[in-house]
């Protein structure tokens, strides 16, 4: 069965430092992958999207992601975290049929 | 309008009633695309509309749940005799043209409360 998987539940980095968040996919071929973004009281933003070619993507807000067909992973990352980032983050993987499947979600907490 | 709109933005019924959730699509995009999201969880795709063609049904739950498009423009998701499992955030998505490399513009929502 197609499926997305975020390990971490909740992340807590501080202001500055550097952040990942993990995805993993399983699916019979290589999945369409995207990065949404929740803010409290805000609509699901599209961060970045991977469909082929260059392996790193780089995406809005200053994220990118890396896909790595080996690890069936698609990893985004940021290198320095701002207080306005702390939301939840959903990796989701399309087929071209246009269903989709979404992980759970990392909530990203920032500390001062 | 600028973005996509769902109505209501917060629902409460009783077990057993039925609901009506609405959702407006950018103008112009195709397809239109209706998810379940549960407390704590991920998005469960529910329904896909492409333009004219017959929607995709098969994330639909069960046979109370329903919806319908008119044209490529409103769409109207129905659960009938709700349950308190359907409690949850349902999420609307309207993109430019048919296909999964399109980026899907989310509305706000409608939080549904079965008591």
């Known amino acids: 069965a197609q499926s997305v998987t975020q390990p971490d539940i909740h992340i807590t980095v501080s202001e500055g430092a550097s952040l990942e968040l993990r995805c993993n996919y399983s699916?019979?071929?290589?999945?369409?992958l995207f990065w949404y973004v929740q803010s409290p009281g805000q609509g699901l933003q599209l961060l970045l999207k991977y469909f082929s070619g260059d392996t790193l993507v780089q995406g809005i807000k200053g994220f990118e992601a890396e896909f790595k067909r080996s690890q069936s992973s698609f990893n985004l990352r940021k290198p320095s975290v701002h207080w306005s980032d702390a939301a939840e983050y959903f990796c989701a993987a399309f087929t071209n049929a246009g269903k989709s499947t979404f992980g759970d979600g990392t909530t990203l907490t920032v500390k001062p | 309008g600028a973005g996509v709109s769902q109505s209501p933005s917060n629902k409460v019924t009783e077990k057993g009633k039925d609901v009506e959730l609405r959702c407006d699509p950018i103008s112009g995009h195709t397809a239109l695309y209706w998810y379940r999201q549960r407390l704590g969880q991920g998005l469960e795709f529910l329904i896909y509309?492409?333009?004219?063609?017959?929607?995709?049904k098969s994330g639909l739950p069960s046979d109370r749940f329903s919806a319908e498009r008119t044209g490529e423009s409103v769409s109207t998701l129905t659960i009938q005799r709700t349950q308190q499992e359907d409690s949850a955030v349902y999420l609307c998505?309207?993109?430019?043209?048919?296909?999964?490399?399109?980026?899907?513009?989310f509305g706000p929502g409608t939080r549904l409360t079965v008591l």
């Open positions: 998505a309207s993109s430019l043209k048919a296909g999964s490399t399109d980026t899907q513009y």
């Open positions: 509309f492409q333009g004219n063609s017959a929607p995709d």
């Open positions: 699916y019979g071929a290589t999945p369409y």
